[in-house]
């Protein structure tokens, strides 16, 4: 009988699996460092994307603020003159000029914020990828300052619902409509009114004309203060629209 001898395979070196494993490790590493650098791109193009949304709802903020803080000038010009006009004896002409201020001011506008895009990174937490530490900061300071001036404007508008209430114990009702439809069918926010003829106060009661001085200078207050206020929003939104725009090389 035969007796075959069984062949060995020589034994592989202890090199050749260090190589292996080398090989197998830069593999790995190599796809670790492709997929880390894939994510760090998407992220970049999210936070210039982010980035373009923020400026351009800065532009509108800072637009909006400008219209405001002129509207905002007018009513001061008219709670100051009401005010004035109502110290004195009050005949046809100066019947005129309190309709029309009366009028100008209680149409109070406020502040429509363009908070989407700051909205969309905090509550999503996507704040992260904004990687400009300043402008993340900038951001925030913002986005607290117009929150506080929002519930600012709600005060307002609670002591505007009590203007309106006194002065229609003093103005005519049917006076003031037309003088309303006059407001927002002509060029109001250049100033050019064209004002109809008013009829007179319905009282003259100085009680209730005292009534309504009290009432135009707490709005006169107000108006002030928020009017300095939105003038800071103002700058603080340019400010962050020429650091984006500085940071991030954007037009």
Same mark, same amino acid.
């Given at each position: 009988?035969?007796?075959?001898?069984?062949?060995?395979?020589?034994?592989?070196?202890?090199?050749?699996?260090?190589?292996?494993?080398?090989?197998?490790?830069?593999?790995?590493?190599?796809?670790?460092?492709?997929?880390?650098?894939?994510?760090?791109?998407?992220?970049?193009?999210?936070?210039?994307?982010?980035?373009?949304?923020?400026?351009?709802?800065?532009?509108?903020?800072?637009?909006?603020?400008?219209?405001?803080?002129?509207?905002?000038?007018?009513? @001061?010009?008219?709670?100051? !003159? =009401? %005010?004035?006009?109502?110290?004195?004896? /009050? #005949?046809?002409?100066?019947?005129?000029?309190?309709?029309?201020?009366?009028?100008?001011?209680?149409?109070?506008?406020?502040?429509?914020?363009?908070?989407?895009?700051?909205?969309?990174?905090?509550?999503?937490?996507?704040?992260?990828?904004?990687?400009?530490?300043?402008?993340?900061?900038?951001?925030?300071?913002?986005?607290?300052?117009?929150?506080?001036?929002?519930?600012?404007?709600?005060?307002?508008?609670?002591?505007?619902?009590?203007?309106?209430?006194?002065?229609?114990?003093?103005?005519?009702?049917?006076?003031?409509?037309?003088?309303?439809?006059?407001?927002?069918?002509?060029?109001?926010?250049?100033?050019?009114?064209? @004002?109809?003829?008013?009829? !007179? =106060? %319905?009282?003259?009661?100085?009680?209730? /004309? #005292?009534?309504?001085?009290?009432?135009?200078?707490?709005?006169?207050?107000?108006?002030?203060?928020?009017?300095?206020?939105?003038?800071?929003?103002?700058?603080?939104?340019?400010?962050?629209?020429?650091?984006?725009?500085?940071?991030?090389?954007?037009?």
């Amino acid at each position: 009988m035969e007796v075959h001898a069984h062949s060995h395979t020589p034994r592989k070196n202890w090199t050749h699996y260090l190589w292996e494993f080398l090989m197998l490790f830069l593999a790995v590493f190599c796809g670790f460092l492709a997929e880390n650098q894939r994510e760090h791109l998407v992220e970049h193009q999210r936070e210039k994307q982010y980035i373009k949304n923020l400026l351009q709802d800065l532009k509108q903020d800072t637009s909006a603020l400008s219209q405001n803080i002129k509207s905002r000038e007018r009513r @001061r010009i008219s709670a100051d !003159s =009401l %005010i004035e006009e109502l110290s004195f004896p /009050i #005949n046809n002409e100066i019947q005129n000029s309190i309709y029309f201020n009366a009028n100008r001011l209680n149409s109070l506008a406020v502040f429509n914020y363009s908070n989407s895009t700051i909205q969309q990174l905090k509550n999503s937490g996507l704040m992260r990828l904004i990687r400009k530490l300043d402008i993340v900061n900038n951001i925030n300071s913002y986005d607290l300052l117009v929150t506080r001036h929002k519930v600012r404007e709600e005060v307002e508008l609670d002591l505007n619902l009590e203007f309106s209430k006194a002065i229609c114990s003093v103005l005519d009702a049917v006076t003031v409509k037309t003088l309303s439809d006059s407001l927002v069918n002509t060029a109001f926010n250049t100033g050019r009114v064209i @004002r109809p003829v008013y009829r !007179s =106060l %319905i009282t003259k009661d100085p009680d209730k /004309i #005292n009534l309504v001085k009290g009432q135009t200078a707490l709005l006169y207050n107000r108006n002030l203060s928020n009017y300095n206020q939105m003038v800071q929003i103002r700058k603080e939104a340019v400010n962050i629209i020429g650091l984006i725009k500085k940071e991030y090389h954007l037009e």
